[in-house]
């Protein structure tokens, strides 16, 4: 049996197709943050009424609840290169259409809510579809750093590049960041579509296959795999966690501590930087402790970086706790993908992806409604001290996986199991 985790760590040669991924997944990256930030202002702007302004915001999660599970099988499927550069492109062709119907006058609730939907809903197809194909592009022990590196640049163009030049964008007129977004996607398409690899060869599906049946095997194989399981329930419990502080954050910083809107700024940035930190250190960490090591103690580092943040009333103390977080973030995703990637089977990948990916999605907003009622309750800095209760219950899900010996995939017969690369 392999072992679930491993401190061989080497960087990804950046030919052989990394490279042109990499390139992608940062310039598509760049127009979400572009289109994130855009969107809400723009629903302001056509509507006072809050609900539907958060209504937009909403159907950004709505689909991956009701649809990441389907999108993982379909991926499991299809040549997932090939998904994701149609999907980038009609993804470039909606956005561009959009940002003329804006320039135009005609944008209005209703297309921005329908737009919201239909974008993450393709988006369920891409993501599952690029967790299948990155571990074809690189070696196995390249794996765990070629997430860092994805991560990391996707964090630099989304947190420090793309947000703060939409007020620039906007001033040029209010259709250009959604131009520029459909820019992004359409760059982010042809360079996937460069990409030179075989499709995958998969054994034929049974007679009688359904994607309901194909689901059903790789939520077995998920519950089957101890490590999986694991990590699947870390995963959801930290993104409840997640939630909490994120939606109360604001009413933390700027009620709790009153350090208004440059404290909040100040935090958030402290979180971005820290969160570039780890994505630098994450090879040499891994590389002495092992990926499940690492993700233990990033998540113990965690819990004590929101105890000071629920505990102590200082924004200093709260700057350096977001930063230390940040860069423990970075280590816990790295590290829970690299080893979803590694254990689980080759053929199972965006099925087992896309339930790491609804549970997180889902645990969000449950989290966020738990934060603001523990805040309405108790106080402002209680939401932190919530948050760090499930970061203990996410690492005591880990144990389990600490056993060297796991089998993979499930006892029945029509479940596919293979071994996890060593």
């Known amino acids: 049996m392999t072992a679930v985790g491993t401190g ?25 943050a572009l289109r994130g930030a855009a969107l809400p202002l723009l629903a302001a702007s056509l509507t006072e009424r809050p609900l539907l302004i958060a209504s937009v915001t909403a159907c950004g999660y709505l689909p991956w609840i009701l649809f ?8 499991d499927r299809v040549d997932q290169r090939r998904a ?30 329908a737009l919201a939907f239909t974008l993450t809903l393709l988006q369920t197809l891409f993501d599952n579809a690029a967790t299948a194909l990155l571990p074809v592009l690189v070696a196995p022990a ?73 689901i059903a095997a790789g939520l077995r194989t998920l519950w089957h795999d101890r490590a999986l399981r694991g990590l699947c329930a870390a995963t959801a419990l930290c993104n409840i966690g997640m939630g909490a502080l994120i939606a109360t954050l604001v009413v933390l910083v700027t009620g709790w501590l009153r350090a208004g809107t440059a404290g909040y700024a100040a935090a958030t940035t402290a979180f971005t930087v820290g969160g570039l930190a780890g994505g630098v250190l994450n090879r040499r960490i891994t590389a002495r402790l092992g ?26 103390a709260l700057v350096a706790a977001l930063a230390v977080f940040g860069g423990m973030s970075m280590l816990w995703n790295v590290n829970t993908t690299t080893l979803m990637q590694q ?31 523990v805040a309405t309750a108790w106080g402002r800095g209680t939401p932190a001290l919530l948050t760090a209760a499930f970061f203990v219950l996410s690492v005591a899900a880990l144990i389990p996986a600490r056993k060297a010996d796991v089998p993979v995939g499930a006892p029945d017969a029509d479940v596919t199991t293979a071994r996890a690369p060593g």
Do not use: Y
């Not at 061989?8 to 950046?14: D, L, M, N, Q, V």
């Not at 990441?68 to 991926?75: Q, R, T």
């Not at 259409?97 to 804006?102: D, E, L, P, Q, T």
């Open 291 to 316: 990926p499940l090591r690492t993700v233990l103690l990033a998540g113990a580092v965690q819990t004590g970086a929101l105890l000071v943040m629920g505990s102590v009333r200082s924004l200093g």
């Open 84 to 113: 994701m550069w149609t999907v980038d492109a009609v993804r470039g062709l909606l956005m561009a259409s959009f940002a003329v119907a804006v320039a135009l006058g005609h944008a209005s609730i209703t297309l921005l809510i």
């Open 142 to 214: 390249t794996l765990g750093s070629a997430n860092a590196r994805l991560m990391t640049g996707q964090k630099i163009a989304g947190g420090l590049v793309g947000a703060p030049a939409v007020p620039v964008l906007i001033a040029a007129g209010a259709g250009v960041p959604f131009l520029a977004d459909a820019a992004s996607f359409l760059l982010a398409a042809a360079l996937v579509a460069s990409l030179r690899i075989s499709a995958p060869e998969r054994e034929p599906r049974p007679d009688g296959s359904t994607l309901r049946r194909e």
């Open 8 to 32: 061989e760590t080497r960087a990804p040669a950046w030919r052989g197709g990394f490279g042109r991924l990499w390139t992608a997944a940062v310039v598509s990256r760049f127009g979400d």
């Open 343 to 373: 254990r689980a089977p080759a053929d199972m990948l965006g099925r087992l992806g896309s339930a790491f990916r609804t549970l997180a999605v889902a645990g969000a907003p449950l989290g966020a409604l738990l934060g603001g009622a």
């Open 68 to 75: 990441g599970l389907l999108g993982g099988a379909v991926a």
